[in-house]
């Protein structure tokens, strides 16, 4: 029943990511390029959304679905982490026209290109896992 739940909220999650355009490579292209506020405002509302749900995550102390308490287990902050990571993810992103949640939405909708960048994307993720104990966090 779980997975059903998470199918559903997903699909939606997919619909919206079509239906305002986050998922076309053109509005990605704009924003690539400082012609149009629309990506940047999908960001920012995430972002914003994302800070007020993670407070009253904190405030009310919510739990999983299971029952278990939700915590946040704080990072390391350095500069260095963040500047590659982020280089890499805007590089992937700028190549290929989408990022992780997009990918998915544009294979759904036909768009089967988007199978390379899945499976590279898949790659990447587990040749991360082989050589992360190796890297510089």
Known sequence: MKNILFLMIGTFFGIVMFKSEAASWFRIYEMFMFKSFHMYGIIGSALILGLIITQIIKRYQLKYIEGNAISFIPKEKSFSRYMFGGIIFGLGWALTGAC??????????????????????????????????????
């Open 100 to 137: 992780p949640g997009p990918m998915f939405t544009l294979l759904g909708s036909g768009f089967f290109p988007m199978l390379i960048v899945i499976a590279g994307a898949i790659a990447g993720t587990w040749i991360y896992g082989i050589v992360k104990n190796k890297m510089p966090h």
